[in-house]
């Protein structure tokens, strides 16, 4: 399995048999709970007149520079568990008087004058995986193939407002002592989904108590089951997990080959 998170719940959910009439290896009806994702909701800008010897020109692939996560990694040190990373990226403008006509609309228009720089940020914050952030499958509703279609029900929580709160301090006072000026905080109002980076549902893990899948990603009831997309994963950490879900499947395909030639599968 690797449709995407919430398509594997969805796939899986809409597997049932009379041996799983919940969903294929749901015995504990664990499937479909536990869905996190990252918190995009805060951001932060500012100006900064300096080094105007340099400009921006052409496109940036990279899109920036990336602060990885400081909060919480050798011991506790917030009120709120785990933390954050951040984006930082810096850029000049060209400003063209657009205000006269003729030739003289066509000289400004021509000959720009570069602004001073614009430094912007944006957070992304890890959510802990809560048993109440679930999908589950429609009563009624279906799909043009007569498949039942997934309820989303998930919600940020007080943590996630405290790890905005801490980006916002800890970046502000960066800014401030980078000398930026007019810094601004914005919380952009983004809802959880608006995004990417969905996870959870079909978690990893050793206890069938807990957990619906193996260290190796095998479903503990059907061991001819692996699912290695983002369902699997038991947090989200703060940065971009794709790779993560590559290296899962890898991992989980050789474990599959292997196990294939011992005729255990």
């Not at 050798?74 to 030739?103: C, M, P, V, Y």
């Not at 021509?110 to 959510?127: F, I, Q």
């Not at 007080?158 to 980078?178: L, P």
């Amino acid at each position: 399995m690797n449709a995407s998170t919430l398509n594997t719940n969805q796939i899986l959910l809409n597997s049932i048999s009379d041996r799983f009439p919940n969903g294929l290896g749901n015995d504990n009806d664990l499937i479909g709970h536990y869905i996190a994702f990252h918190n995009y909701t805060a951001r932060i800008s500012a100006s900064y007149d300096g080094l105007l010897e340099y400009r921006t020109d052409g496109r940036n692939p990279a899109g920036g520079g990336y602060i990885p996560n400081f909060r919480n990694v050798q011991k506790q040190e917030t009120d709120f568990l785990r933390g954050w990373a951040a984006t930082f990226g810096a850029g000049r403008q060209i400003i063209r008087n657009s205000d006269d006509i003729g030739d003289n609309l066509k000289a400004n228009l021509l000959n720009g004058s570069w602004s001073n720089w614009r430094v912007h940020s944006h957070m992304m914050a890890e959510t802990i995986p809560k048993k109440e952030n679930r999908v589950w499958l429609a009563d009624q509703q279906t799909d043009k193939w007569g498949i039942p279609l997934l309820h989303i029900s998930v919600d940020y929580a007080e943590d996630d407002w405290q790890r905005r709160s801490d980006y916002y301090e800890q970046m502000t006072e960066m800014f401030h002592k980078a000398g930026f000026q007019d810094i601004r905080t914005q919380d952009d109002g983004r809802r959880p989904g608006n995004d990417i980076h969905e996870m959870g549902g079909v978690r990893m893990g050793h206890d069938l108590k807990t957990s619906s899948l193996n260290k190796w990603n095998q479903l503990h009831l059907c061991k001819n089951v692996y699912v290695t997309d983002g369902a699997c994963m038991t947090s989200t950490a703060t940065q971009n997990p794709t790779l993560t879900y590559m290296a899962l499947t890898a991992r989980a395909v050789d474990h599959a080959v292997t196990e294939l030639k011992k005729r255990n599968l």
